[in-house]
């Protein structure tokens, strides 16, 4: 499981310049798959990664443009912007049939990336709470910045969370099998991001929670199996309506 943000944080609040977590080739999808689901007609508000300095509670002490090695450091109106944009994507993400929903979430490589980078890079519920602490005694805080933060949080769920619901209504597929068989194929979920999705949302949320893992074990049953996961963190969820 990826590691909290915390890490290496130098090379990290370096920009925006590196933001592949990986240095392999994505996979080319099956010819089944791309016949069964063809790409969006329509395409997302652009989708960006989510990096470290993204988070709402990078709370370093200097507030200089530049690190110790003379590297520019994104400001936080840019880290605004990556939160704002995002939010727009996954917003209207959710809003699509489930046609389309899938069609951009197989197809839409920046958008599997900003998925992937949110769930590797966001801070920890207990990191995050205690550097909220030490936030808060600054009272030029936006709380506008924290409804944003939240609201991305909450989307970002609900993604995986509609990923792994069985055969929902206007589903292109005609089994479980088949969803789980896109699943692997696209890289959408695995073992790895219900390990992130545990630590991110757990605590406090048990019961949505684990229904997102009881659907991802029957739509993956041979790749998901005896791995013991236990809800950790918190985040409050609510609807997005």
Same mark, same amino acid.
């Given at each position: 499981m990826t590691a909290p943000v915390g890490r290496a944080r130098g090379r990290a609040r370096a920009g925006r310049m590196t933001t592949s977590?990986?240095?392999?080739? %994505?996979?080319?999808?099956?010819?089944?798959?791309?016949?069964?689901?063809?790409?969006?007609?329509?395409?997302?508000?652009?989708?960006?990664?989510?990096? %470290?300095?993204?988070?709402?509670?990078?709370?370093?002490?200097?507030?200089?443009?530049?690190?110790?090695?003379?590297?520019?450091?994104?400001s936080s109106s840019s880290s605004r912007r990556v939160v704002v944009a995002l939010n727009a994507c996954f917003r209207e993400l959710l809003s699509c049939d489930a046609r389309t929903f899938w069609s951009h979430c197989v197809h839409d490589r920046a958008l599997r990336k900003a998925l992937d980078t949110y769930l590797q890079f966001r801070t920890r519920p207990r990191e995050r709470r205690s550097r909220r602490r030490r936030r808060d005694a600054n009272a030029n805080d936006d709380d506008d910045d924290d409804d944003d933060d939240d609201a991305l949080a909450r989307r970002v769920f609900f993604v995986h969370r509609r990923l792994a619901t069985p055969l929902e209504r206007g589903s292109p597929f005609a089994s479980m099998t088949r969803q789980g068989d896109a699943l692997r194929d696209a890289g959408l979920l695995n073992v790895p991001k219900l390990l992130d999705l545990?630590?991110?949302?757990?605590?406090?949320?048990?019961?949505?929670?684990?229904?997102?893992?009881?659907?991802?074990?029957?739509? +993956? %049953?041979?790749?998901?199996?005896?791995?013991?996961? +236990?809800? +950790?963190? +918190?985040?409050e969820l609510h609807s997005l309506r």
């Open positions: 977590t990986s240095t392999s080739r %994505p996979r080319a999808l099956p010819a089944s798959l791309t016949a069964l689901i063809p790409p969006p007609s329509r395409a997302l508000p652009r989708p960006v990664p989510f990096l %470290p300095v993204d988070n709402d509670d990078d709370d370093d002490d200097d507030d200089d443009d530049d690190d110790d090695d003379g590297i520019e450091i994104p545990c630590a991110l949302y757990g605590e406090g949320n048990e019961a949505l929670v684990g229904e997102l893992l009881e659907d991802a074990f029957q739509a +993956r %049953p041979r790749s998901i199996t005896l791995v013991p996961i +236990r809800p +950790r963190s +918190r985040c």
